[in-house]
């Protein structure tokens, strides 16, 4: 089983930057994709981005390409987001979730989640 534990979240200007990371423990985060989420208040909880299991691979959702770059790094059982040109819309809080079956943007392919990190983007 891996445990996942989110950092990085923060209150950033609107414009700004954020980095998140998300530590493996408990086995090693080659074994699964990867995904990052999202949920604002009074919403449902929505796709970020995903990556496949050696990194070759990822997807995200329309509202964050072009700014936000999800990678990971095997060797030290993390995962990341880089978010840039943030704003209002993006303030949430994110979650890193790990499939080993498969990857995509449905929430329910993901078995193991984070606790979350809150992101604020202040206008």
């Known amino acids: 089983q891996v445990h996942l534990v989110e950092s990085g979240g923060g209150l950033v200007q609107a414009g700004g930057s954020l980095r998140l990371s998300c530590a493996a423990s408990?086995?090693?985060?080659?074994?699964?994709?990867m995904g990052w989420f999202r949920q604002a208040p009074g919403k449902e909880r929505e796709f970020v981005a995903g990556?496949?299991?050696?990194?070759?691979?990822?997807a995200s959702a329309d509202s964050a390409k072009g700014r936000f770059t999800i990678s990971r790094d095997n060797a030290k059982n993390m995962v990341y987001l880089q978010m840039n040109s943030l704003n209002a819309d993006d303030t949430a809080v994110y979650y890193c979730?790990?499939?080993?079956?498969?990857?995509?943007?449905?929430?329910?392919?993901?078995?193991?989640w984070g606790q979350g990190t809150q992101v604020t983007v202040s206008s």
């Open positions: 990556i496949n299991w050696g990194g070759e691979n990822t």
């Open positions: 408990g086995s090693t985060v080659s074994s699964y994709a």
């Open positions: 979730a790990a499939s080993r079956r498969t990857w995509g943007p449905d929430k329910r392919l993901y078995t193991h």
